[in-house]
């Protein structure tokens, strides 16, 4: 069975703070995605990453995809009010084409 | 273009009434999915289909039939509700399996009591 490790599981910052949100597994993944969801709503597509060593940026997101594509983060630079919400890691696994979850990160951003 | 929608919204059931959480998108995707989600532990896989006319057993199976009415509609039947079935269940589709963006519908909150 494959498992997605993501951490922390809850994280209560100040606007203007940075940062970092993790996503581990023993598995290779042949790509990585993340999501987030806003309360009452289901999850957004972020980013696909796919390449070991890749690194995508989304405004004040930055995604990186481990070398070894077992392992992923998300770094936001001076968090805002409206970056509140659920962020979703999910890898994708050669069998069958379907995603596997991580548990979430419940981002709190206070202003 | 609504998407993916799901009905109801809200179900309250008794334990071991039976009900069918409807799930329908208009872009033209492939594949369906049905997952649950409870606190702490994100997005489980109920049930999948690859394309119209296949449906796959997912991680968490157990006490739930699917159809894939035709390539528009994927439903979720719970035969006899139990209280561990109380949960958030989302829908999603993609155009194609592998690696595409999963497109979630807004979720069904159901309570079992």
């Known amino acids: 069975t494959q498992l997605l490790e993501q951490s922390p599981q809850f994280l209560s910052i100040q606007e203007g703070e940075n940062l970092t949100v993790y996503c581990n597994s023993s598995?290779?993944?042949?790509?990585l995605q993340w999501y987030r969801q806003e309360p009452g709503e289901g999850p957004v597509l972020l980013v696909t990453?796919?390449?070991?060593?890749e690194v995508k940026k989304l405004k004040r997101l930055t995604f990186q995809f481990g070398d070894a594509r077992k392992d992923s983060s998300l770094h936001i630079t001076a968090a805002q009010p409206g970056d509140t919400g659920l962020y979703l890691c999910?890898?994708?696994?050669?069998?069958?084409?379907?995603?596997?979850f991580g548990q979430g990160t419940e981002l709190s951003v206070k202003p | 273009n609504a998407g993916v929608t799901q009905t109801p919204k809200f179900q309250v059931l008794k334990t071991g009434q039976s009900m069918t959480l409807q799930c329908a998108q208009d872009?033209?995707?492939?594949?369906m999915y049905w997952y649950r989600q409870d606190p702490g532990m994100g997005l489980r896989l109920i049930y999948y289909s690859a394309s119209e006319g296949t449906t796959d057993k997912g991680e968490v199976p157990n006490g739930y039939n699917v159809s894939r009415l035709n390539k528009r509609e994927f439903s979720l039947r719970l035969e006899s509700a139990a209280p561990s079935q109380t949960s958030v269940y989302f829908c999603?589709?993609?155009?194609?399996?592998?690696?595409?963006?999963?497109?979630f519908g807004p979720g069904t909150r159901l309570t079992v009591l």
């Open positions: 990453v796919v390449t070991g060593g």
């Open positions: 598995s290779v993944f042949s790509s």
């Open positions: 999603a589709s993609t155009e194609e399996p592998r690696g595409d963006t999963q497109y």
């Open positions: 999910a890898g994708l696994y050669n069998q069958g084409g379907k995603l596997i």
């Open positions: 872009m033209n995707h492939n594949s």
